[in-house]
Structures are given as C-alpha cells and as structure tokens.
C-alpha cells in the first residue's frame, strides 16, 4: 500500500476557507466526520484567541445549517454541525479513500494523511480536482513494516554493527571485528551491510517532503 501525505487549499466559496482565514490564529481539528447524501457532519474542536467570534461566524454561515456546542471556553470550543458543503468528506466517500483523524485545517489549509492502493489513491485525487480542492504533496511512499524493509539476515548484521561502535564516531569497531563478531566473512559482511544502507538511505530519502519535484499525486503513484 501506499501512504500519501498532502497539503489541501479549500475552495474560496467554502465556508472554511473563509472563516479559517478571517480567524488565521484560530485551529479547527476534525476529530470525527461523517458524510450525508447531500450533506455531511463533523465534530471539530476549536482552538484559539478568538473562539467565540469563529464560532459565531460558523453559526451566521448559510453552508453551516446546524450547530450545537459540545464544550465551550473563551479559548476553545468543541462543536457538532452539518454542512452544506462537505468536499473533503465527498472527495474520501466517492475515491473510497478514508482520511486518517484527526485533521488539522488554518489559515484555509489542512494537511491531511491517507493509506491505500495507488489506485485509490490516485482516485482520491481526482475527487480532489473534481471538488475545487487544490493540494500540494508532501510525501508519497509506500507503507512497509520495518521487517519487510530489510531480511533478518540484514536486520541482524545492523543491530550488531550499531551495539559493536561500527557506526560510532570515531569507530569502535572495524569492518574486521564486526565479521569476526558475526562468525562471517569479511565480504558476506560488507555486502550484507551495503545493501541494508542501501535500503534504508532510499527509504529515508523516500520519507523527505518534495523529493522529486511537483509532480502530480497520480505521476507520483504512476511511478515505480
């Protein structure tokens, strides 16, 4: 599976985009969301110097049609409400693609994280399109457990070089002594170590925001 990381701008016409960004100090963190047939429901916490007035200008909004309070202070509140105008919640109901809880949107923008195929994936951006939700990639990678990025054979050959000092600065241990250590061969050990560097270099380089420029999530997926 892969696992994408985006950065989302919400459509100006959007009741979000314009509260988030009269009240740019103010955080909305989704932490439930559930979309209608026409509609959509969300629980969201709301944190900052201003709360009474964000949430007001929530409740004055013609996209929100419900609101009720949950918890409520001067710097945070936590309130229900339906919308007319979930985009997110229908770009993840048509892709097929759920968004991982919570969400964190300010300023008019919310960086969101997914986990599926590449086929949903790439689905789930062109409900993004279709839905006027510009987004900006983060990261995509593929999502492995840790044993299937390495054999046992590697893991073991790495855990015995970290706790012998190879790896210290200055070095505790030679390439020599960490083989003599192993009961292997000095050439099965530096090959055993390269490739498992070899793995874990291109994962970490895998794992940095923006490596390989600004192509489009479907490009990205389409890529090997």
């Known amino acids: 599976m892969a696992q994408a990381t985006l950065t989302l701008t919400m459509p100006e016409a959007i009741w979000i985009q314009q509260v988030s960004t009269e009240y740019p100090e103010a955080t909305f963190r989704v932490l439930a969301a559930v979309p209608g047939a026409d509609t959509g429901f969300a629980l969201v916490r709301i944190t900052g110097p201003e709360v009474p007035n964000v949430v007001d200008a929530m409740d004055d909004h013609p996209q929100i049609t419900e609101l009720s309070l949950a918890q409520w202070s001067d710097n945070e509140a936590t309130v229900h409400f339906e919308t007319t105008a979930p985009l997110l919640m ?45 987004y900006r990639i983060e ?35 030679s390439l020599t002594e960490l083989a003599g250590h192993l009961d292997i061969a000095k050439s099965t050990c530096s090959e055993t170590l390269h490739r498992a560097e070899e793995a874990i270099v291109k994962r970490f380089v895998d794992d940095l925001p923006n490596v390989g420029g600004e192509d489009s999530l479907e490009e990205q997926l389409a890529s090997p």
Request: charge should be negative.
């Open 90 to 134: 229908f770009s993840s109901r048509e892709s097929g693609m759920p968004i991982e809880l919570p969400v964190e949107i300010q300023d008019g923008e919310a960086t969101i994280e997914v986990t599926g195929s590449r086929e949903r994936l790439a689905e789930l951006a062109e409900q993004l399109e279709h839905f006027g939700l510009k």
């Open 139 to 173: 990261h995509v990678r593929e999502r492995l457990h840790e044993s299937q990025l390495l054999s046992e054979r590697q893991l073991e050959v790495v855990a015995a070089a970290v706790e012998e000092g190879y790896y210290d600065t200055p070095r505790r241990c």
